[in-house]
């Protein structure tokens, strides 16, 4: 079986009306700790599920003040899918990087952390988009590469 850097936090259980309910799990991270649902084999493993719009993370504020059990898809302030941040990102390898670190927060703050860091550290996000957007394509397709 993979292993994957989280694991599960948090359940999702069916409930007796036949919707699914979400409850969180305490997630320790070295100072950012908070209570979240997140989905580390929906995340990897997508084609393990039928439905494409899996929620496959539920940040601490996306759970409505003071609860945190068994709460339905209706009462979520915030949750995310794989897409969700497939699409944030603008690449699959960012996405899958972004969801490993979500220990708390909105993953839009997160990434706008990584991308003001990304102006001081030399464009590292940029770089990487070239890389899977131009050169991999590219050398994928070249005449040259094919054995």
């Keep these: 079986m993979a292993r994957f850097?989280?694991?599960?936090?948090?359940?999702?259980?069916?409930?007796?009306?036949?919707?699914?309910?979400?409850s969180s799990e305490y997630c320790a991270n070295g100072g950012?700790?908070?209570?979240?649902?997140k989905n580390s084999v929906a995340f990897n493993?997508?084609?393990?599920?039928?439905d494409k719009n899996e929620i496959v993370y539920i940040p601490e504020y996306?759970?409505?003040?003071c609860k945190s059990e068994r709460v339905s898809t209706d009462e979520l302030q915030a949750q995310y899918t794989r897409q969700d941040l497939i699409n944030l990102t603008n690449s699959e390898s960012l996405a899958a990087e972004l969801f490993d670190e979500l220990?708390?927060?909105?993953?839009?703050?997160l990434w706008n952390e990584w991308c003001a860091?990304?102006?001081?550290?030399g464009y590292w996000i940029e770089a990487r988009w070239a890389y899977e957007k131009v050169y991999l394509?590219?050398?994928?397709?070249?005449?040259d590469r094919k054995g």
């Design 5 to 22: 850097k989280d694991e599960n936090r948090g359940r999702k259980e069916k409930g007796k009306d036949g919707q699914y309910l979400y």
């Design 32 to 37: 950012s700790d908070g209570f979240i649902y």
């Design 45 to 50: 493993e997508p084609w393990r599920y039928k």
């Design 62 to 65: 996306g759970f409505p003040d």
């Design 103 to 109: 220990t708390w927060q909105h993953p839009e703050n």
């Design 117 to 121: 860091d990304s102006n001081k550290n």
């Design 137 to 143: 394509p590219e050398f994928a397709e070249g005449v």
